[in-house]
């Protein structure tokens, strides 16, 4: 990615995962390699914001800074009809109806809609009641509900059919809501807000279950439970994720650690064996669940055709903006000149390029390369 990875989803089927960014696109990955698939979708003129799999796994609902949302072919990446368009404001959040029938969007415009995932229309009304920003959206899973959740301090819980809020405002959390998620069994949802907490409400009541989950050491941007129910996993602006026992609330583990930035975005894949995390610093990581291990780390910081040529004086590969990219030992420059279409994952702060001389084709030997002007360089990651 070349821009923070604001959202994250598993296909049904957890051989794939999308992922939504400020670059203005989507990106297919490989959950068992973390390999991306095919090109970037592109398509928005702004960040997406957010990203879901259709119940079938044939489609991808993303939404967008630009105020619309879009239905991709999961198969080929390519838009399924035209844009959505009825929001005024950022569309930050999206989930599918478990039937795959219906789409709802939560806006900075204040306002929920849902829409019809065959056509695209609009399904009546904007939900209104919200005050602010609507951050967070997710149905139940018999989905006869849908909660919301707010920068008005605010969860609402909504009737899935008519539109209509249920009961009151839930305010339990007291400050912006950034997450929302119900359980597999519909009988609890868990809230992450910007208090660094999390909260577990009972959805027939709104009341709160227990005391607020705490820990983490900044504003809870994502929350998921397991697909069994048994565990939480959040993720926060203190760069690490937790996972939670969801009947005690009590921690489970150490911090899993490893992002440099925010975690914007957590999911389970559909079997409970792996965790996916997005954030700020620009990757994607997936867990083992239970061990709480990185299994990949996904990192598409890629430079094509963007390196001045050759090396400086000093033995030193830049950017065009000046920006020291790695250094190459003396006895190796004469064979490290042209590097005018050189493509390389370029640095990340815990794991540097290393340029391997191991296997350099220099001299006579360079004649048997048969591509003319070009050095392809083995370069690998080191923790």
């Known amino acids: 990615m070349n821009g923070e990875v604001t959202s994250v989803a598993f296909s ?28 970037p979708l592109q398509g928005h003129t702004e960040s997406v914001r957010a990203v879901a799999y259709s119940p079938d796994g044939k489609h991808i609902v993303s939404g967008s800074r630009d105020n619309t949302l879009t239905i991709w072919d999961a198969a080929t990446g390519h838009p399924v ?8 404001n950022s569309v930050c959040a999206v989930a599918y109806s478990p039937d795959g029938k219906y789409i709802v969007s939560g806006s900075g415009d204040n306002t929920l809609r849902i829409w019809d995932a065959a056509t695209g229309h609009p399904v009546g009304e904007p939900l209104k009641g919200h005050r602010d920003s609507v951050f967070a959206v997710a149905y139940s899973p018999d989905g006869k509900h849908i909660v919301s959740g707010s920068v008005d301090n605010t969860l609402r819980i909504w009737d899935a059919a008519t539109g209509d809020s249920i009961g009151e405002p839930l305010e339990g959390n007291r400050c912006s809501v950034f997450a929302v998620a119900y359980s597999p069994d519909g009988k609890h949802i868990v809230s992450g807000s910007v208090s660094n907490k999390l909260r577990i409400l009972d959805a027939a009541t709104g009341h709160p279950v227990g005391e607020p989950l705490l820990g983490h050491k900044g504003s809870v941007f994502a929350v998921a439970y397991s697909p069994d129910g048994k565990h939480i996993v959040s993720g926060s602006r203190d760069k690490t994720l937790r996972i939670w026992d969801a009947a005690t609330g009590h ?33 994607l990581r997936i867990w083992d669940a239970h061990q709480g291990n990185v299994i990949h780390f996904t990192h598409e910081y890629i430079a094509e055709h963007k390196f001045a040529k050759g090396l400086d004086n000093d033995g030193w ?17 004469h064979g490290v000149q042209d590097m005018s279409l050189m493509t390389l994952p370029l640095a990340h702060p815990e794991h540097p390029v290393v340029l ?28």
């Open 12 to 39: 049904p089927d957890g051989k794939y995962i999308v992922s939504g960014s400020r670059d203005n696109t989507l990106r297919i990955w490989d959950a068992a390699t973390g390999n991306s698939v095919g090109e």
């Open 81 to 88: 009809g035209e844009p959505l368009e009825g929001h005024i």
């Open 251 to 283: 921690l489970v583990g150490e911090p899993l650690q490893g992002h440099t930035r925010s975690v914007y975005t957590v999911a389970y894949s559909p079997d409970g064996k792996h965790i996916v995390s997005g954030s700020d610093d620009k990757t």
């Open 317 to 333: 590969l830049r950017s065009p903006q000046g920006e020291l990219i790695f250094w190459v030992p003396s006895e190796k420059r």
């Open 356 to 383: 391997d001389c191991t296997r350099m084709v220099l001299g006579e030997e360079w004649m048997k390369v048969k591509v003319s002007r070009r050095l392809i360089i083995n370069a690998f990651q080191t923790s």
